[in-house]
C-alpha cells in the first residue's frame, strides 16, 4: 500500500554531512510513523530514528543522538533524515520504513521498507 524509495546515499568523508530523503507515495502519508534503519556490512540491522506522523515528537538511538536529525515535510510525502559530523563507523545502507503504532502492545510495527541507499563515510 505505500511505497518507499530512498536516495541521497553517497560517499563522504568523516565529519561531513549528509541529507538522506525517503519519499512515499499513497494519501495516508501522514498517518504513519517514519523510521530510519541501517545495516553494517556484517552486523545486524538497527535502529537509527523515529518520528511521528505528524512530526512532533522524535526518538534517536544514542549513537545519533546530537549528530542526525529526522523530519518530515507531509505535504510533500517526503521523510528526511540530516547526518552531520559523519563517522566511519556511520557506513551502512540505510532503509526508511513506515509504522504504525499499535495500542494493544505500545509497540511501532514497521509495515512497509525501501530498497535502501548506501552511505560510506571514509577516514
Known amino acids: 500500500q505505500v511505497q518507499l524509495v530512498e536516495s541521497g546515499g553517497g560517499l563522504v568523508q568523516a565529519g561531513g554531512p549528509l541529507r538522506l530523503s525517503c519519499a512515499a507515495s499513497g494519501r495516508t502519508f501522514s498517518s504513519y510513523a517514519m523510521g530510519w534503519f541501517r545495516q553494517a556490512p556484517g552486523k545486524e540491522r538497527e535502529f537509527v530514528a523515529r518520528?511521528?506522523?505528524?512530526?512532533?515528537?522524535?526518538y534517536y538511538a544514542d549513537s545519533v543522538k546530537g549528530r542526525f536529525t529526522i523530519s518530515r515535510d507531509n505535504a510533500k510525502n517526503t521523510v528526511y533524515l540530516q547526518m552531520n559530523s559523519l563517522k566511519p563507523e556511520d557506513t551502512a545502507v540505510y532503509y526508511c520504513a513506515a509504522a504504525t503504532f499499535r495500542n494493544w502492545s505500545k509497540l511501532y510495527e514497521y509495515m512497509y521498507w525501501g530498497q535502501g541507499t548506501q552511505v560510506t563515510v571514509s577516514s
Open positions: 518520528i511521528t506522523g505528524s512530526g512532533g515528537d522524535t
